[in-house]
């Protein structure tokens, strides 16, 4: 399926967060969330949050919500402007430039339980990509750029806990359209597995 189609679509998709129409990109890490947020987002011209800009470090893999719910989803909400700033990993902190995304007509939130259940009745979408384990965790290693053993036992913690919350949360079952983040289909394209059948994404 073409991105383009996708946004064309969305745009005729009702808001439900205030006036923006929030699309959520979740899945597991390593799936392909970013890429193909970011080559929605185009088609959309839609600002993406992304949920590890959010994260304060490894132990704030699910507790995170809260301070997204109060720098971002409420300014949006209330047709506002959110203003955040991102976590630097190599800092330990939140540091840098405020991050601030206005109330556009399309926002996408894309990261480790950005779909989860208690946000689901305000999102015009959410979209769960999958990808085998192995190739996951190829590409975490190689997008991080740390092979050490220390990094490697986070990551395998990360990785249960993310079974975990899926499993609980019925993130996958709940989504409307589950994509193939294995599949090299081009920057236009992208390869749906499922549809909820409710016509997004048919």
Same mark, same amino acid.
């Given at each position: 399926? *073409?991105?383009?189609?996708?946004?064309?679509?969305?745009?005729?998709? !009702?808001?439900? #967060?205030?006036?923006?129409?929030?699309?959520? /990109?979740?899945?597991?890490?390593?799936?392909?969330?970013? $890429?193909?947020? #970011?080559?929605?987002?185009?088609?959309? +011209?839609?600002? /993406?949050?992304?949920? +590890?800009?959010?994260?304060?470090?490894?132990? +704030?893999?699910? $507790?995170?919500?809260?301070?997204? @719910?109060?720098?971002? #989803?409420?300014?949006? &909400? &209330?047709?506002?402007?959110?203003?955040?700033?991102?976590?630097?990993?190599?800092?330990?902190?939140?540091?840098?430039?405020?991050?601030?995304?206005?109330?556009?007509?399309? =926002?996408?939130?894309?990261?480790?339980?950005?779909? %989860?259940? @208690?946000?689901?009745?305000?999102?015009?979408?959410? =979209?769960?990509?999958? !990808?085998?384990? +192995?190739? %996951?965790?190829?590409? !975490? =290693? !190689? &997008?991080?750029?740390?092979?050490? /053993?220390?990094?490697?036992?986070?990551?395998?913690?990360?990785?249960?806990?993310?079974?975990?919350?899926?499993?609980?949360?019925? $993130?996958?079952?709940?989504?409307? #359209?589950?994509?193939?983040?294995?599949? $090299?289909?081009?920057?236009?394209?992208?390869?749906?597995?499922?549809? *909820?059948?409710?016509? =997004?994404?048919?």
């Amino acid at each position: 399926m *073409r991105y383009a189609d996708l946004a064309e679509q969305i745009r005729h998709i !009702a808001p439900k #967060l205030g006036g923006t129409r929030l699309i959520a /990109v979740d899945g597991p890490s390593g799936a392909g969330k970013t $890429t193909f947020a #970011l080559r929605l987002a185009k088609q959309l +011209d839609a600002p /993406v949050v992304h949920t +590890d800009d959010l994260l304060d470090g490894w132990n +704030d893999q699910f $507790t995170f919500w809260r301070r997204l @719910e109060r720098q971002v #989803l409420g300014p949006l &909400r &209330r047709g506002e402007t959110a203003t955040y700033q991102r976590y630097q990993w190599h800092l330990g902190a939140f540091a840098g430039p405020p991050v601030r995304v206005g109330p556009a007509p399309a =926002v996408l939130l894309e990261g480790v339980s950005a779909a %989860r259940r @208690e946000i689901r009745p305000e999102l015009s979408l959410s =979209v769960f990509v999958v !990808a085998p384990p +192995d190739l %996951r965790w190829r590409r !975490a =290693v !190689a &997008r991080d750029g740390d092979d050490s /053993v220390a990094f490697r036992a986070y990551l395998e913690r990360w990785r249960a806990a993310e079974d975990r919350h899926f499993a609980q949360d019925e $993130t996958a079952a709940a989504a409307d #359209l589950i994509v193939d983040g294995e599949a $090299t289909t081009g920057d236009d394209r992208f390869a749906l597995l499922r549809d *909820r059948g409710d016509g =997004v994404g048919s």
